[in-house]
């Protein structure tokens, strides 16, 4: 099956400053890469998503990319705030999207 | 309001003793599946139900079993527990096409501890 790897584990970042996530995957047919934001003792939420045709989205403060060739994809935050810390978890998922796979969670803090 | 309900929220037991974890969605979705979360593991996929009826193995399904009689519920049996199965659990629903981009919505999970 998809393996998909997420780095940092944990990320510190000051208030204002930019914060990248990124997430590598194991297999080519996979074709949507969700983002889920994750507040504590809360379900994940979506935040944002890309599919395989497209390199590079967009949503306010918060980007994603994606780079097929080398199977990897980022996430993006600009200007980070307080509000943005949480866990973050990257997944994969191909065909009818029955099954995702997801990364390990990166823990952000941003310090005020 | 649209949501994905979990109950119980916080479960203690015993090793070996069956237990039901329920998860119901309002949002008249096809699909719903279970995922277990740990630390330094992230979320792993359990089982997932594309419609009544239907169900089909995730990643990790060992010890688990799941049913789909009704379309909003899709409750997570665990016949004999064991210590291994202490973890978080999420329920998550989606509307279910050919299109597999449709947003995943996730319960607020059950903790689970079996001692």
């Known amino acids: 099956g998809e393996n998909v790897e997420q780095h940092p584990s944990t990320l510190s970042v000051q208030e204002g400053d930019s914060a990248v996530i990124k997430c590598t995957y194991s297999d080519s047919a996979s074709n949507y890469f969700p983002w889920y934001k994750q507040e504590l003792g809360k379900g994940p939420q979506l935040i944002i998503d890309?599919?395989?045709?497209?390199g590079e989205k967009k949503d306010q403060r918060i980007a994603v990319t994606l780079n097929k060739t080398a199977k990897h994809f980022s996430l993006h935050i600009t200007e980070t705030q307080p509000e943005d810390s949480a866990v973050y978890f990257c997944a994969a998922s191909m065909g009818t999207g029955n099954q995702f796979y997801f990364g390990t969670g990166t823990s952000l803090t941003v310090i005020p | 309001e649209a949501q994905v309900t979990q109950n119980p929220r916080y479960l203690i037991t015993v090793t070996g003793k069956k237990l039901t974890v329920t998860c119901s969605q309002n949002?008249?979705?096809?699909?719903m599946s279970w995922y277990r979360q740990d630390p330094g593991l992230g979320l792993r996929q359990i089982y997932y139900s594309m419609n009544v009826e239907v169900t089909d193995k995730g990643d990790v399904p060992e010890g688990y079993k799941v049913s789909r009689k009704e379309k909003r519920n899709f409750p997570l049996i665990l016949e004999s527990p064991s210590p291994n199965q202490t973890s978080l659990y999420f329920c998550?629903?989606?509307?279910?096409?050919?299109?597999?981009?449709?947003?995943?919505?996730f319960g607020p999970g059950t903790r689970l501890t079996v001692l």
């Open positions: 949002m008249n979705h096809e699909y």
């Open positions: 890309i599919r395989s045709n497209v």
């Open positions: 998550a629903s989606r509307v279910w096409d050919s299109s597999i981009y449709n947003e995943q919505f």
